[in-house]
Every structure is written in C-alpha cells, then in structure tokens.
C-alpha cells in the first residue's frame, strides 16, 4: 500500500499543536423561536467535551439526541446558540479545517470516480502534474484502485461512500466528520467498510468524528465513545475504547470479552438515555 500523499499529511496548526483538535464549551443549541409565538427547541446541551489529535470519537444515542447537530457545529455549517467550539483554535468555517463525509456520498454523478478525488485535490492546491498519482494513491487506499475511470452511476453505493471518504481524504485536512455515513447500505458492505475506514484511521492518525446510531459501530470503530441523552442531548458516558487498533482481524476483535463488556456497557447507556 503507497504511503499516504502529502496533502494528507498536513500538519496540525502551529498554534494547536499539544492541545485539543476540538474543544466545545458549554454549547447549547436551540432552534426555532424567533417569530412571534414560534415555540423554541433546545436540541442540544449544555455539552463540553475535547478531543485531541489521533482521537477517533464516535458519537451515539438515540434518535433526536442532537448527534448531527454537535457535528455540523464542529464543521461550522451552524453556530452554537451558546457557548464555544474551536476547532484548530479557531472558530470553525465549512470546508476550511475539516473534511465531511455525509450519509449519502454527494459526489458529483457527471464525472469519473478519478475526476471526483482529482476535483478535491485541486480544490487543495495540489498541482495539476501530481494530481493523477495523489488520486490513483487515495483510490488504492480505499480499496478502489481499478475505479478511477468508471462513472458514478457505474459503481456501487458502497463504492460510493469510498469515494467519498477518498475525496476526503484528499483535502489534506487531519479532521475528518462523518454523519451515519454507513447507514443506507446493506450489512455485509457496511461491515466492509467499517474495516476500511478503521484500518485508515489506524495508518493516518486523522482525528475523527463520527455519529452513528449503532452500538456496535460504536465499539468497532471508535478509540473513545461519548453517548448523548435523549433530547437536549448532553453527555450521559464518555467511556475510552481500549481495544487493539492494528493486529486483530474484525472477527477475532468482535469475539474478545473486553468487547462485549463495552458493548452491553454502551447499549445499557443508550437505552437508558432513551427513557
């Protein structure tokens, strides 16, 4: 497997570096109430959470617990109603510090699977020369490396969502968001693509936060898991997951006793934030 290309690796912020990728203060966040008798909905806090470089931070609860909505304030699509996110130390803009990949893959079904990453890599300012390598590199990452000139149309959803996660990838942003990106697509493809992005996760050292509703998602991918309570969603477990990254194959891991004291630990909390 070729080593990751450079503007993956770009480094930390000069300012941030040894303290915390994301920090989110005393955040609430409330939507609606701005007219005359519109009711107001608190969908989230007050939270406060960090999380440093390398983290891979899975989020879960139950339906309406504010999970996307923590994850589109980290990305900057909203602002807090109250209190403060950083990401980078700096207030966080769409598309500047993070890359985002969606539950469905929102690429562009007119170009070539290459012309998607190769899209993201010039929006990066990657040089047109190099940019047919850095794609070729990023695709045989994902496990697409025979895929660069098919349509979209032409590939699965599965085959999608690695796209998207190449794409990325490809920005060169060492912060990755993740909204249930795995949650349209059948249980054999998503369990594939679980591996992936955990083996990814486990080369690059990319900070990652992804939202999921599974439990076992949760415990699979994740080296910490924070569960939100039911609406407004505040923290009901922040709980490390101290399993092996590298070395153990996805059966060998699911089958170990470690796993499913944190299974049962973490559906009991979501269960329990749902009443």
């Known amino acids: 497997m070729p080593s990751l290309p450079d503007t993956a690796k770009a480094p930390v912020p000069e300012q941030r570096k040894g303290g915390p ?5 005393d955040v609430e966040h409330t939507y609606g109430g701005r007219g005359r008798g519109a009711e107001s909905v608190t969908a989230l806090g007050p939270v406060s959470l960090e999380i440093p470089a390398g983290e891979f931070l899975v989020l879960v609860g139950p339906s309406g617990c ?17 209190g403060e996110v950083e990401v980078f130390g700096e207030r966080p803009e769409p598309g500047n510090q993070a890359g985002i990949v969606f539950q469905q893959p929102r690429l562009f079904p007119w170009r070539t699977v290459g012309d998607n990453v190769g899209l993201a890599l010039k929006y990066a300012g990657v ?22 000139g098919r349509r979209i149309w032409q590939i699965s959803g599965g ?52 939202v999921t509703h599974s439990v076992d998602e949760a415990v699979f991918l994740g080296t910490r898991t924070v569960v939100l309570s039911a609406r407004p969603g ?42």
């Open 21 to 25: 990728v994301v920090s989110v203060r």
């Open 159 to 210: 085959q999608q969502q690695r796209v998207a996660i190449a794409r990325a990838l490809a920005g060169g942003k060492r912060l990755l968001l993740l909204d249930e990106p795995f949650a349209a697509l059948d249980a054999l493809t998503r369990e594939r693509l679980q591996e992936d992005l955990r083996t990814v996760s486990a080369e690059t050292g990319t900070t990652s936060v992804f």
């Open 127 to 148: 040089p047109r020369p190099e940019r047919a390598e850095r794609t070729a590199e990023l695709l045989e990452r994902v496990g697409l490396a025979d895929t660069a």
């Open 66 to 82: 504010g999970k996307s909505t923590l994850l589109r304030l980290i990305a900057g699509f909203e602002r807090a109603s109250s």
């Open 234 to 275: 505040r923290v009901a477990l922040d709980i490390p997951i101290g399993l092996p990254r590298t070395g153990t194959g996805p059966d060998e891991l699911r089958g170990l006793p470690e796993y499913a004291a944190l299974r049962a630990e973490i559906g009991t909390a979501v269960r329990d934030a749902a009443r």
